[in-house]
């Protein structure tokens, strides 16, 4: 549906199913992307995953959670970096966008999981830009909550994130 929407604007997309949590699977993409369009400028890494637990709660924030957690945000992103920078330095430059989060730098999102990975992906990003540039930019974005459906349903802060002071 995606791809179809960018084709009515006169954009090339190609889409393309991935777990970008196992390498292989972001080689893949990877390949199948610059296959599909020749080339691969800008790699945007979006894919993220959490499960809302209490911060105060630290039994919540259970092993699978922190795996999955870490596995998608973290590891993911790095795959997919680490796959498509090769396709970059032979087209002669790039550049990568990670989606981080204002739970990176404040301790407020869905889980503490969650924003140790988002602050992780921040240094991830620092040490990229310092070993590709000048050629390969990279560069994080940190958005702060986003009004949507799974903030309306609660999945995202409650009460408890939301009356948390800021700065704390």
């Known amino acids: 549906m995606t791809d ?3 084709h009515q604007k006169g954009v090339q997309a190609v889409a393309i ?3 970008v ?3 292989a699977e972001a080689k893949r993409l990877v390949a199948e992307s610059v296959q599909a369009l020749g080339r ?5 890494t979006c894919a993220g995953w959490t499960r809302r637990t209490l911060h105060h709660n630290l039994e919540e924030a259970d092993e699978e959670t922190w795996d999955k957690t870490w596995s998608v ?3 993911g992103a790095f795959f997919c970096a680490r796959a498509v920078i090769p396709e970059m330095q032979r087209i002669g ?10 739970g990176a730098f404040t301790g407020q999102g869905s889980s503490i999981p969650y924003c140790a990975s988002k602050a992780a992906m921040t240094s991830v990003t620092k040490t990229l830009a310092r070993a590709f540039a000048p050629t390969i930019r990279a560069n994080a974005i940190a958005p702060g909550l986003v ?3 799974g903030l309306a349903r609660g999945h995202c802060l409650g ?7 800021p700065n704390r």
């Open 4 to 6: 179809d929407l960018a």
């Open 147 to 149: 009004g949507s459906c």
């Open 73 to 75: 945000n973290v590891k």
């Open 93 to 102: 430059g790039g550049a990568i966008i990670n989606a981080t989060s204002i």
């Open 40 to 44: 691969i400028d800008t790699l945007v």
């Open 159 to 165: 009460k408890e994130g939301l009356s948390t002071p």
């Open 17 to 19: 199913k991935a777990d």
């Open 21 to 23: 949590s196992r390498d």
